[in-house]
């Protein structure tokens, strides 16, 4: 007999029953409305931040949507698993996928903060400038570093992912139990990796080459254009590319000629008679280089560096602010001293001195060194 104090029995909606396809359109609207939740948060965030961290907005910062919009939804979805009423198994596989995805989107996000990070650093540091010394520092040490850790982020992320599978656990605690033999033998085989992991933070620490150095390496000289997580690509003069794996510069010897300040000396030599007038030539060379665009004013001078039998070396040193001003000025310093000599004193040109000897029937005959004689070679010594 119904009682007339009984309360009344309320039947719940059929959405709010737990049962698994309600449990499983659940977890589909939190993952949605977490994934529009944090959508409209990086929205706001750039829109508030257009101004004051334009810099970082113009970096690119849209590359940490995506793990940010795959992580916290995700993270969202393992929390609400418990509160369903799947089986056992259904919730283990839920929450290994969800845990899956939720690694791959903290390495994710951990290298795209990475990457935008370098971009702000090579604005800031641009090396287009004329004295980009320490943007080249600054821009070699992030590049280097930045491709060392993410390198370390893709082999932890992926090294995490594979342990959440029980056969792989598996294998991994066979091989801690042979940690001997396994040990040797994974430390053969990564041996080249380590080493240039190692060679990659000493470049980036010690600083031994930049980002734009000029270089002289196996014979060719050129410019560091890119250095990569195992080997440096150096642009040499004619457009070619050297490739030049990164333990070579900890191992082999090379000349950085922009190690400290990109201004270097040029030197031109030039070999002339002992007659040549080297005050001349100074007084004559001063206003061509001082008014030179590509003298940097720092230091000219003309010496006499040698000296030999045909003749005496001619040697101008100037200066100039990189290697590729100095080689344009040490061309024009060259053409115009030749051209010069050649109108004012022809014979000052290099020249060879003999001692020809003629044997007649009166005796012999010399022209010695110094003698103002004309002889016909032809009739000397050629064929008669």
């Given at each position: 007999m119904h009682s007339p104090l009984a309360e009344p029995t309320m039947k719940m909606p059929l959405l709010f029953e737990n049962t698994d396809i309600n449990a499983t359109v659940w977890m589909a609207i939190v993952f949605a409305a977490v994934w529009l939740v944090v959508k409209g948060v990086m929205l706001l965030v750039r829109w508030l931040g257009r101004y004051r961290w334009k810099e970082w907005i113009d970096a690119d910062l849209?590359?940490?949507?995506?793990?940010?919009?795959?992580?916290?939804?995700?993270?969202?979805?393992?929390?609400?698993?418990?509160?369903?009423?799947?089986?056992?198994?259904?919730?283990?596989?839920?929450?290994?996928?969800?845990?899956?995805a939720v690694i791959i989107s903290v390495g994710w996000l951990t290298v795209a903060v990475t990457q935008v990070a370098r971009r702000v650093v090579e604005r800031r540091y641009q090396m287009e400038v004329e004295d980009n010394r320490k943007a080249r520092a600054v821009n070699t040490k992030f590049r280097v570093l930045t491709r060392v850790l993410i390198l370390l982020v893709i082999i932890v992320t992926a090294g995490a992912v594979l342990t959440t599978f029980p056969a792989i656990r598996a294998i991994g605690a066979g091989l801690l139990a042979s940690a001997g033999v396994a040990g040797l033998v994974i430390g053969l085989a990564a041996r080249p990796f380590v080493e240039t992991a190692l060679a990659s933070i000493q470049i980036a620490l010690t600083e031994p080459i930049n980002l734009d150095d000029v270089l002289i390496v196996e014979g060719e000289w050129g410019r560091v254009e890119e250095i990569c997580a195992t080997y440096v690509v150096v642009r040499i003069w004619d457009d070619r590319r050297l490739v030049v794996p990164l333990t070579y510069f900890i191992n082999q010897p090379f000349q950085n000629w922009t190690r400290h300040t990109a201004a270097i000396t040029g030197v031109v030599a030039v070999t002339v008679d002992y007659r040549t007038p080297v005050d001349e030539v100074r007084e004559a060379l001063r206003p061509v280089i001082e008014s030179h665009p590509n003298w940097n004013g720092r230091f000219w001078n003309v010496q006499i560096s040698d000296a030999d039998a045909r003749g005496m070396t001619l040697r101008v040193l100037c200066t100039a602010a990189d290697a590729s001003r100095a080689w344009d000025l040490r061309c024009d310093v060259r053409e115009w001293l030749i051209a010069w000599l050649n109108a004012n004193h022809p014979d000052c040109l290099p020249r060879m001195r003999a001692e020809l000897e003629k044997e007649d029937g009166d005796g012999k005959v010399s022209m010695k060194p110094g003698q103002d004689q004309k002889v016909d070679l032809q009739s000397t010594v050629g064929p008669k």
């Open positions: 849209n590359a940490v949507d995506g793990p940010l919009l795959l992580g916290l939804p995700a993270a969202a979805v393992l929390a609400s698993v418990p509160a369903t009423r799947f089986e056992q198994t259904a919730v283990e596989a839920i929450r290994h996928g969800v845990t899956i």
